[in-house]
Every structure is written in C-alpha cells, then in structure tokens.
C-alpha cells in the first residue's frame, strides 16, 4: 500500500517524503504543478488540490495512510474520498496556535486548524495531530537584507521562540505514519531551547562566519516594511506573537525526544542545514 503526503513540496512536507523513502516505503505525493515538485524519482507524483475533488480520485487509490497539510477548503468531502478509498490513518500538520489561545491574534489561526483536526477526528481513522510551535525556517524572511546588507530589521528583539526545525516535525510525522502507538496524540511541539530573535541572527553570523546587525524597528515600521505582501491578519498574529514573547518565553516541550528517541534539532543546526539561503 501507499503513503500520500499532500502538502508534499512544503518545508514539512519534502522532509516527510525523504524520511517514507529512507523507511524504503511507497510514496505518493499530491501537488498543484508536478513539473516544478522537484521530488525525488522514486516518488510517484500525482497534479491535483484538496479543494477540487475532480483530481485526487487517483492519487488516492491504493492509499492507506496520509500526511494531510492543513487545507480546510474542500478537506470534509477529501477526507470521504480517502476513507472510501482504503486510508485508515491520517498524521495531521496542525499548530500549537490550535491549543494555545492566549493571545487574541492567534484566534484565526487556532480555529482554522482545530476545524482541521475535527474534520478528520469525525472521520473514524486513526489520526495523530502535530502542533509545531513557530518553525525555525520563518528565519528565511530575513535573507535578503542579510545577502544585500548584513543586517536584520526586524521588531521585538528579545522575544524568545522555541523554534522547531522542519525536520523534526516530519521525523515525527514520519514515525506516526509507520509505526502504531500514536492514535489519538495531539503532540505539542517546539525546539530544544527558546532562543530570542537577536540570538537567533547570532546565530546565523557565527555560521556564515560574518557580522550581522540587528536593529531593531518598531511594529508600525515592521508593518509598512512587508505590507506589499502580507495580509493584515498575519501581520497581527505575529506581531501578537513577538511581543508576547518578551515576557513570555515560548515554552519548551520534550516531545520529539519523546517520539524520535533523540534531541531535538537546535537552531544552529537548522542554520548550518540552510547556510546557503543567506550567502
């Protein structure tokens, strides 16, 4: 039988098709544009959305457990395909923002992953949701600047994040996936240490082996620096997010030791693995 990871050209998603591959596992992937999915040969890459019913028929049969990416548009009547179609288990991408609603700008994000995981509870498979905290590759957005000027501007420079290298989300995901004992777990999941946003460009100067600086903005320039690009209610959530964080260090939760049986990836190592990005 087949794995189908949808969702399979994301940042969790690649991970998840090289960890099926490396269990030497039959691996399906889902995807908008096949011919820029850059997957490894031996994955059986299939064009089709979530949300169009019409193109996932194939891509499903044979299939008996999935990776689902958080697509709500379309995921009830997805998921009735899948269960008719054989798929007895399902490792749902959440958010920890589904759990932890203390902050009011969280509140969109929370919903819209719980309704996720409710869809797929009400389904009657085996079902196993990961909640990531923020994703140490939101360090990304900084490239730019770090290529053009060696700097970082950015607001809310002591807000600690237990940032979580994508890796270890489908490590987990992964052995959900193969292995039984995981039914019915919502795991909560972060990196090895809360690591303020200054720290985290240290970091990434001690690795390319240059000085960065980071200098610190206000949230009302942070916004006129990305709103060409970014709805306002993203916006809010992370800027919720940052500021929160101040004083309020992101917690740290032991889970991927638990599931994986190994340390969690710092953020140095999700630096050292992405160096290239800020070259």
Do not use: C
Request: charge should be negative; aromatic fraction near 6%; proline fraction near 5%.
């Amino acid at each position: 039988m087949a794995i189908l990871v949808t969702g399979a050209t994301g940042t969790v998603g690649r991970h998840v098709v090289d960890g099926l591959l490396r269990a030497r596992q039959q691996v399906r992937a889902l995807t908008r544009d096949p011919a820029t999915a850059a997957l490894p040969s031996e994955v059986e890459v299939h064009q089709g959305e979530i949300g169009r019913i019409d193109t996932v028929h194939t891509a499903l049969a044979g299939v008996d457990r999935m990776y689902l990416f958080p697509v709500l548009d379309g995921l009830d009547e997805f998921i009735d395909v899948a269960v008719q179609a054989g798929v007895r288990r399902i490792v749902v991408l959440s958010s920890d923002s589904s759990v932890n609603v203390v902050l009011p700008t969280n509140r969109e994000a929370g919903e819209h992953h719980l309704a996720v995981e409710r869809a797929v509870e009400a389904s009657g498979v085996e079902w196993t949701h990961l909640r990531p905290g923020a994703f140490a590759g939101n360090a990304i957005d900084w490239a730019p600047s770090i290529q053009a000027e060696r700097v970082v501007r950015a607001p809310y420079a002591a807000g600690a994040q237990s940032v979580i290298h994508s890796a270890d989300i489908a490590d987990v995901a992964t052995i959900a996936l193969l292995e039984d004992g995981h039914a019915g777990a919502k795991y909560r999941l972060t990196g090895p240490e809360a690591i303020t946003r200054a720290e985290q460009v240290r970091v990434i100067a001690k690795v390319l082996g240059t000085d960065i600086r980071f200098e610190e903005i206000t949230a009302a320039q942070w916004r006129d620096s990305v709103r060409a690009y970014m709805p306002e209610v993203a916006m809010d959530m992370l800027l919720g997010y940052w500021a929160h964080a101040v004083d309020n260090p992101d917690p740290v939760y032991p889970t991927v030791t638990e599931v994986t049986g190994r340390p969690a990836r710092t953020f140095a190592d999700w630096a050292a693995d992405n160096v290239a990005s800020f070259r």
